[in-house]
């Protein structure tokens, strides 16, 4: 997948599920899902790292979607002179492991890849490409950044949840569909 595909894929599948759900009235099939997006990181937690790579490292406080979520996918949007790794765990408990969920740079180089991180798998989770699919639902997350760079390239943090049960049911918005047109068949068929 291009990196461009990537980036629309990670920023708009979310909410066209959304979406599909609410406009097709098929919430009875479909999971709840929430997006939260976060442009302040102020409250996070800030350490620096030492040379040769200095970094900061920004923790977010514990962050609660409102309901048991099982799926998390996490964007971003950063300027071109930074190098971020994004991290994501379950919380509780607040011993969980940060799961990678990618590594972004711009300009990638052997210090500042731009990759996703396979083959992380435990009791509780697995990463599986940009999503972190849990186990058993949990009811809040925290997200981990590591970055190199200007703390201001750092633009916006997306993080969507996926619940466990489907959401309430709605009935179809029908007027909204149009009309049916009667479409003439091909003669090559």
């Known amino acids: 997948m291009s990196p461009v595909a990537k980036i629309w894929w990670r920023r708009w599948v979310p909410a066209c599920v959304f979406l599909a759900c609410w406009f097709f009235g098929v919430w009875g099939r479909c999971a709840e899902v929430r997006l939260l997006t976060l442009t302040n990181f102020q409250e996070f ?45 379950p919380v509780p408990p607040f011993d969980s492991p940060f799961y990678s969920l990618g590594r972004w740079a711009a300009k990638p180089s052997p210090e500042s890849p731009r990759e996703s991180i396979n083959g992380q798998r435990d009791a509780r989770a697995e990463v599986k490409t940009d999503v972190l699919v849990l186990n058993q639902p949990a009811r809040q997350a925290q997200v ?38 009667a479409v003439p068949g091909s003669p090559y068929h």
């Open 144 to 181: 981990r950044l590591e970055m190199r760079g200007p703390e201001a390239g750092l633009k916006r943090v997306s993080l969507a949840f996926s619940g466990t049960e489907p959401g309430p049911t709605n009935e179809p918005l029908r007027n909204a569909w149009g009309p049916e047109l």
């Open 45 to 89: 937690t800030r350490t620096t790292t030492t040379p040769p790579a200095e970094s900061v490292v920004l923790t977010s406080p514990v962050l609660d979607p409102g309901f048991p979520w099982k799926e998390l996918i996490v964007s971003w949007n950063a300027s071109t002179n930074v190098a971020l790794s994004v991290e994501a765990r």
